[in-house]
């Protein structure tokens, strides 16, 4: 690749003049993805538990494509695929993608692409209809990695010339914190073209552990903390502003290919064939964990521009070829990217924007939750005294059930954030596990999701397994000690 607080759907004519403020606020599969993304963008996770990257479960991975090509948009470059699937490309096995998140924020997806696609985190995905991605290695701002071996984690070369410099993993040069990662950088940008350094940097190795406890989860995070360095340095915040991030990751099958059998253990490579994938006992359908189609524009002023109006057609028309293949239907959003380190990307669904209409959901709300307030006072009869959310449910929230609950808890973490934007013990830096739980347990018991004025939540309650929280008797149900 080369360069390049809440939110509520708005109810005012954003693009061009025609989309009316009513047809703003339809629910559906759509409005809710859009506060997902939003959710995962807010995210700052510095790792995802047990020596996971980030990017399992916060941030947003972006992909920018080229739409109306005879070849599907969302299929890997047949550079990109690995060898063994006939790729002959230096950067064989690995295709680019960036990422964005409220601490890696950048205006654009970059190489002239104004539409594309977001994956869904990992820990999101839905495993009996969509496959996993894995994050190769990681590159504080664009790398040119379409130039490097190793599956574009290695070595930059300009016709099988290394330049006179071997780049490899950073762990490898002994690099495993942002200010090493920024002073190897330096050392790059002294040179009188611009774009040296990019393509001399090195990149963290996300798929091994280095240093004894330096794991792949903190080399993540130290791509991360680079990035942060690289946005607020005054030399460099102009050009990190204007130039995304890059991974690579492991490319994935092209459509063609994704009735396979996903568990057979004789696979070389994740895009490689197998001969039992033809075997109709072992092959499944999986797609790739497209959360949504995207386009750039803006959200909170109107844009009437050329870009804007051809990448949304151009969107439009990815997401009736993706149907059209018998992929499971997935949201045009739009997404409005920050133009410096202190604003915010926003993501909004409008009908009008869809080629392909959603399916009926009657469990999607606009709002699940009607207010929410803490009370910081609460006394528990063992924990004490302890800080309580109160939430009260919409009507339709009230009737959402468990399976919604990524997307209520999401917007319950977005009003929170709002209501209280420094509050310490539950925040986008530190979700825990037990408020997502209790949330959960009140959505699958219909008993208090439509009878209990409000439902109570406290982050300082233990983790209880759902099975053993939703039996737990009296008062403690939901709400263990």
Request: charged share 25%.
């Amino acid at each position: 690749m080369r360069r390049r607080r809440v939110i509520r759907i708005l109810n005012i004519s954003l693009f061009l003049g025609f989309v009316s403020g009513s047809s703003l606020l339809q629910a559906s599969p759509g409005t809710d993805t859009a506060k997902l993304m939003e959710y995962w963008y807010r995210l700052t996770a510095r790792d995802c538990g047990s020596g996971r990257l980030a990017s399992d479960c916060s941030g947003l991975i972006l992909r920018g494509i080229a739409s109306k090509q005879s070849y599907l948009p969302w299929d890997p470059s047949p550079l990109s695929q690995s060898l063994e699937a006939g790729g002959t490309g230096i950067a064989a096995g690995g295709t680019s993608v960036s990422y964005l998140r409220k601490d890696v924020e950048y205006n654009g997806l970059g190489m002239l692409r104004f539409n594309g696609f977001a994956l869904v985190p990992n820990d999101f995905v839905n495993e009996k209809t969509q496959f996993k991605i894995k994050v190769l290695c990681a590159f504080p701002i664009d790398s040119w990695t379409n130039y490097r071996n190793n599956s574009g984690c290695g070595d930059y070369q300009e016709n099988g010339n290394s330049l006179g410099v071997v780049e490899d993993y950073c762990q490898k040069l002994g690099i495993s914190n942002a200010k090493a990662w920024m002073e190897h950088y330096d050392r790059q940008t002294r040179d009188p073209e611009a774009t040296k350094a990019h393509r001399f940097q090195c990149g963290f190795d996300t798929t091994r552990d280095y240093f004894g406890t330096y794991n792949k989860a903190d080399a993540f995070n130290t791509f991360v903390e680079a990035r942060k360095i690289l946005a607020n340095d005054p030399e460099e915040k102009d050009d990190a502003i204007h130039t995304q991030s890059e991974l690579r990751i492991e490319t994935w099958p092209p459509n063609k290919h994704w009735r396979r059998d996903w568990g057979s253990q004789a696979r070389v490579k994740f895009d490689a064939p197998v001969a039992s994938d033809s075997d109709s006992a072992k092959a499944t359908y999986l797609e790739l964990p497209i959360a949504a189609f995207i386009y750039e524009s803006g959200i909170d002023y109107i844009d009437r521009t050329t870009k804007t109006f051809t990448s949304r057609e151009l969107a439009r028309d990815d997401q009736r070829r993706w149907v059209e293949q018998d992929n499971t239907w997935k949201p045009i959003i739009k997404i409005q990217f920050p133009n410096s380190i202190a604003e915010d990307a926003k993501f909004a669904y409008y009908p009008a924007d869809q080629h392909v209409q959603p399916p009926v959901d009657s469990r999607s709300c606009d709002n699940y939750i009607e207010k929410i307030e803490w009370d910081n006072n609460y006394v528990e009869p063992v924990l004490g005294k302890i800080s309580s959310l109160k939430v009260t449910p919409t009507a339709c929230g009230r009737k959402a059930g468990v399976g919604k609950t990524n997307v209520v808890l999401a917007e319950l973490a977005i009003k929170a954030a709002a209501l209280e934007p420094n509050r310490k013990d539950w925040n986008f830096d530190n979700m825990g596990s037990s408020m997502r739980r209790q949330l959960a347990c009140h959505l699958d018991s219909p008993d208090i999701a439509e009878n209990k004025p409000t439902w109570s939540l406290e982050p300082a309650r233990p983790y209880v397994a759902h099975d053993v929280i939703i039996k737990l008797p009296g008062d403690n149900r939901c709400n263990p000690h």
